[in-house]
């Protein structure tokens, strides 16, 4: 596709429940990043694949949040036994990547919006 | 570790203000910053970018200029419209990072008619 995509746009679950939240990245961007943006607050790091490198699992909050990434195609993040905190706007973005590069323009997916009750 | 610290909002200005968004940065290395804006009901784009010192980004009337000495990326803009309500986040990356981008908590821009 053109941009990066994201599935579904809203999801409303039960505490308790499991989720997956889906992103598309752009062909051929090796990189790839999710984000957690609550409402009215600024952009929190989650997780970052690059390539065929181990990913940086920094940013999980806790080990109910887990993500995985197909080659450098589609990936999926998992959060287990939800909680209310996790009701956010859960942001993908990819980049070119690789190694080399001065900059590292990332293109954001419009998200997917989580309401835990 | 690094961080990036920006001005909080929101702000608000008439249209035709001048606008200064404020943003500092610590680093350990040399990274590059940008600027990304989310326009409301809209997904994150960037906006300017600036990949080494004294380094000047620009785009839609906005200008940011990288500046070392003071670790700073303030955003500015000499004549705001209603189209830039918007909010702004500040935000840098670094290869000693693998490119992981630490973004600021962002700015809420209103502008008035």
């Known amino acids: 596709g053109a941009g990066v995509s994201q599935s579904p746009s809203n999801k409303v679950t039960e505490k308790g429940k499991d989720v997956e939240l889906r992103c598309d990245p752009i062909?051929?961007?090796?990189?790839l990043y999710w984000y957690r943006q609550r409402l009215g607050q600024g952009l929190e790091f989650l997780i970052y694949?690059?390539?065929?490198?181990?990913?940086?699992k920094s940013g999980l909050p806790s080990d109910r949040f887990s993500a995985e990434r197909t080659g450098e195609s589609v990936s999926t993040l998992t959060i287990q036994r939800t909680q209310q905190e996790d009701s956010a706007v859960y942001l993908c973005?990819?980049?070119?990547?690789?190694?080399?590069?001065?900059?590292?323009?990332?293109?954001f997916g419009p998200g997917t919006r989580l309401t835990v009750l | 570790g690094n961080s990036v610290t920006q001005m909080e909002g929101p702000v608000t200005l008439s249209e035709e203000a001048f606008l200064t968004i404020n943003c500092t940065y610590t680093?350990?290395?040399?990274?590059?910053l940008f600027w990304y804006v989310q326009y409301p009901g809209e997904g994150l784009q960037l906006l300017l970018k600036?990949?080494?010192?004294?380094d000047k980004g620009s785009n839609k009337g906005f200008e940011a200029t990288y500046r070392k000495e003071t670790t700073s990326f303030h955003l500015e803009k000499g004549s705001v419209q209603v189209s830039d309500s918007a909010v702004y986040f500040c935000?840098?990356?670094?290869?000693?990072?693998?490119?992981?981008?630490?973004f600021g908590a962002g700015t809420r821009l209103f502008v008035k008619a």
């Open positions: 973005a990819s980049s070119v990547g690789g190694s080399g590069r001065s900059y590292n323009e990332q293109f």
């Open positions: 062909s051929g961007h090796t990189a």
């Open positions: 694949f690059q390539g065929n490198s181990a990913p940086d």
């Open positions: 680093a350990t290395g040399y990274p590059s």
């Open positions: 600036a990949t080494k010192a004294d």
């Open positions: 935000a840098l990356s670094e290869v000693s990072g693998g490119f992981k981008t630490i």
